[in-house]
Structures are given as structure tokens and as C-alpha cells.
């Protein structure tokens, strides 16, 4: 059974629809954020970088990051409006969290000590009250939750 090595509490910036996760060390990455970023694609995958688009246009979204030994329990997908899995390539162990508005938080994920390959499922709640306070009064605080785990990629 996977253990719980790891959890973060996190506000995201969310500005024109989205927010991502990247490689600490994103120097060499061949598309940084926001570069092809997707309206739409709930998590979309590129080389050391995770896209997600948000119900709402801006606002804070609340987030947990786990960081797993295996693979965590799933989810009870009747708790999220949207969850989805993509794989995560980190050479350095450390992720950022960016934003299109304020570019790069000072947030910084532990992964490991080192760089791996990581599995990372995203669940989403709050999508359609977020999407409805975008359309209302333009900004809102917490009214989308996220859920990020990560865990060692196996094989």
C-alpha cells in the first residue's frame, strides 16, 4: 500500500483560464509555460511541464500537492467535477508553479532529492462555480479546488 511521504497547501494564480506546473530547473525545457498552452484540454502534458485549464477566467484556486511513495489510493470520482492522469519528467526533483499573470510563484514542490520520472493525477472540484464567478464579478478565492499527486513512475 503507498504512503503519504508528502502535502502541500498552495494558492494558484489563475489568469486567462489557466495555470501550470514545471520543472524547477526549466532551462532546457523545449516549450515553457505558457508556450502552446491549450483552452479546453483540462491537463495537457509536455516535456517537464503540466498545463491545467480552469472553469474560471481569473481567480486563486486552492491547491494540495501529495507526493506518494507508489501509487495513491484513486479518488472517488464523485467528489471532482474533472480528474486526469499524464506522466512528469523532473531532472532537478523540485517543481514550480506558474502562472500566466504573474509567471513564476515562489512555491516550490519537493519531488525528490533528485530528478525521476513521476506519474501526477489531477482532480478538480468547484468548476462550474468558478466558471459562473468568472462570468459574474471577474475574480473569487478558493472557490476551485485541486488535488495533485504525485508518485515514482514505475517501468
Request: proline share 5%; charged share 25%.
Amino acid at each position: 500500500m503507498a504512503e503519504l511521504v508528502r502535502q502541500q497547501h498552495l494558492d494558484a494564480d489563475v489568469a486567462y483560464h489557466g495555470f501550470g506546473f514545471q520543472e524547477s530547473d526549466d532551462g532546457d525545457l523545449p516549450v515553457p509555460f505558457p508556450d502552446d498552452f491549450t483552452r479546453g484540454v483540462f491537463l495537457n502534458d509536455f516535456p517537464g511541464r503540466l498545463d491545467i485549464f480552469s472553469a474560471g477566467h481569473t481567480h486563486t484556486a486552492t491547491v494540495t500537492v501529495e507526493v506518494w511513495d507508489g501509487e495513491p489510493p484513486v479518488q472517488d470520482s464523485s467528489r471532482w467535477d474533472e480528474q486526469a492522469e499524464a506522466d512528469f519528467e523532473s531532472t532537478s526533483g523540485e517543481v514550480a508553479v506558474w502562472s500566466m499573470g504573474l509567471g513564476r510563484a515562489d512555491d516550490v514542490i519537493l519531488l525528490a532529492d533528485s530528478g525521476g520520472s513521476w506519474r501526477v493525477r489531477v482532480s478538480c472540484a468547484g468548476r462550474s462555480e468558478a466558471a459562473a464567478l468568472s462570468e459574474q464579478e471577474g475574480t473569487g478565492e478558493g472557490v476551485e479546488k485541486y488535488l495533485v499527486q504525485f508518485w515514482p513512475a514505475t517501468g
